[in-house]
């Protein structure tokens, strides 16, 4: 079976929540609630935080987790991603976005099978339904279509498919959730590719392999997944994770 390895990028210099991966939800804090979820799924191997903040990696180290000091000079979370993984001997790594309190350890094994049906596959990005009109119009929320062997075709901050267009057969609009497995051969091609003029106006990192002419097969989820990106956000995940099954099983957990 291939090695596979859980990386979550986590810095302290958010531009829209500076400091969001120290902030409590339910009296434990945000990076913690994705490092012991993601943990929760028997795929993977190893769960390491990838940081370039000290008050992360002690956060993180403090309760038994295991994370790795980063450059600060990152620009995309995806090269700090491969920079944890240059020393580790895995096959596949999944990029875990560490605003994710609520991702479920189902949700990774349904974006790496695709991985391990077909070698010749370089990576995979989760994706699910948008149900609230305020997703689909808010700039926080990166869009994806595909084409019809279900890669992507782009991604944009903006609302796409047109609403209008959605009428003649396009269904729900979809949003990528920024849960990402590559095959860590591919990972290295990828931060060596030169950026890209559509990942830079949208600020999405799989524009990069997009535009370079890869195939980003998007895999499809109905978890109600919230990522945290303001303050809102913050409460709105609170909120859920009152009522969250799995959150007992490792609310006290250390390690």
């Known amino acids: 079976m291939p090695v596979i390895c859980a990386i979550i990028p986590a810095r302290m210099a958010s531009s829209r ?51 790795v000091m980063t450059a600060d000079t990152h620009v995309r979370c995806t090269e700090r991603v491969e920079e944890a993984a240059q020393s580790m001997a895995v096959d596949i790594v999944v990029n875990v976005q560490g605003d994710m309190p609520l991702v479920r350890p189902e949700m990774l094994e349904t974006l790496v099978a695709p991985l391990l049906a077909d070698p010749e596959l370089p990576c ?41 267009i959605g009428k003649a057969g396009f269904g729900a609009p979809f949003k990528q959730l920024g849960v990402i497995a590559f095959r860590k051969k591919f990972l290295e091609h990828f ?20 535009e370079h002419g890869f195939p980003v097969l998007m895999v499809s989820t109905d978890y109600p997944v919230t990522g945290v990106d303001t303050p809102q956000d913050l409460i709105q995940a609170e909120t859920l994770m009152r009522e969250d099954q799995l959150f007992p099983e490792y609310r006290t957990l250390h390690g």
């Open 17 to 67: 929540f500076p400091g969001k991966p120290l902030e409590k939800i339910l009296g434990l804090s945000m990076i913690e609630h994705v490092r012991r979820r993601v943990g929760r799924c028997r795929m993977m191997d190893r769960v390491i935080v990838a940081t370039c903040d000290q008050v992360i990696y002690d956060e993180v180290t403090r309760h038994g987790g295991q994370a």
């Open 124 to 164: 995979t990005d989760l994706m699910s339904p948008i149900r609230l009109e305020s997703e689909f119009l808010s700039r926080n929320v990166v869009k994806v279509v595909c084409n019809r062997k279900g890669h992507a075709l782009y991604y944009s901050r903006q609302p796409i498919p047109d609403p209008g």
């Open 191 to 210: 931060v060596r590719l030169p950026a890209t003029p559509l990942e830079i106006s949208e600020s999405v990192d799989m524009m990069r392999p997009v």
